[in-house]
């Protein structure tokens, strides 16, 4: 195992304007290294091709996918903030109403309209989601065996179908609608206290309830070292904006802002909790 862990917010702040960090991620011993890596491949593709969050940085794809899917979602951000109708089975959810298990299936509907007017997320898309959220995590004998008998491959087959094989949209449906939800279990957290609700404007409510993913990884393309520690072209940087972003100045790793690798969604997404927020806290309950 070379595994390199980072939760300083400014070293990986410094490491994401480091050229040599990057995702083209060769698998390479030693040993450990090569099956993390491999697993999280083996889950983060679909048909040969890698998950945009899984590609080199110098891809002139994934750049392009990237800006084009920015400026759509951009474009919709002013009218999401102001809490359109689409929204109202989520801020329904936030004033309480339904169980905790089904805001997913809410969430992945909002997103997976997102890239297809026709989308309907149903309990068995949302069970699929979460099988690919938890398969580079879990135990290695589970996720072999999800690995093994094609659980992993269903998932991912189904949710691709669902957007046309639009690889950006099977992240947001499949990977990134897991922090929405932590983000809203949040914020009904908030709500459901009269005192709180009543302070927070939506633009508080939503700083106080955005969830970064846990971590990210990296790989050297080159040997070198970072404040007089050396690495190896072999180690693997896990870096850890979960915590990281919680810390003082680590606001702007949620979304990775000002990196190569910066989410598309980084306007959208805050606009569409605030549009929840202010539905929530206008309509009757
Ligand atoms: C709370 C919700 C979300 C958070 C916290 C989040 C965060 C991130 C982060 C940190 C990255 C950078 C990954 C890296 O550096 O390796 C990223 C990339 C990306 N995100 Fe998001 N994201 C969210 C929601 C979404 C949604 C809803 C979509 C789609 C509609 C989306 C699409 C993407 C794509 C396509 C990339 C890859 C960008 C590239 O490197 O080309 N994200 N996201």
Known sequence: MDIVNIDDPKEIVDLSHDYRMDRKFHLRFPILNWLTLKRSLSVLSFEGKRFPTMVPRDSAQRASAQAKLGAELDAKASSTREGPGELEPLASWIRGGGSDSQVGLLVQQVV??????????????????????????????????????????????LLAGMVNGDLCAVNGIGIASHNIVKSLVQMRCLYSDPGTRGLLSPEEAVLRCLAA??????????????????????????????????????RSLIFMDDSWSGCPAAQWLPAMLEGVWKRASTEPS
């Open 112 to 157: 997976g309209r997102l890239f297809s007017p026709a989308f309907v997320a149903t309990q068995e898309s949302w069970d699929a989601a979460k099988i690919l959220v938890t398969a580079p995590r879990s135990n290695w004998l589970k996720s072999l065996w999800w690995l093994l008998t094609g659980k992993v491959r269903r998932a991912k087959l």
């Open 213 to 250: 993913p846990v971590s990210l990884f990296r790989q050297p393309t080159s040997a070198g070292e970072v404040k007089g520690c050396p690495f190896s072209k072999n180690s693997l940087f896990v870096l850890a904006i979960g915590k990281a972003s919680k810390s003082a100045g680590g």
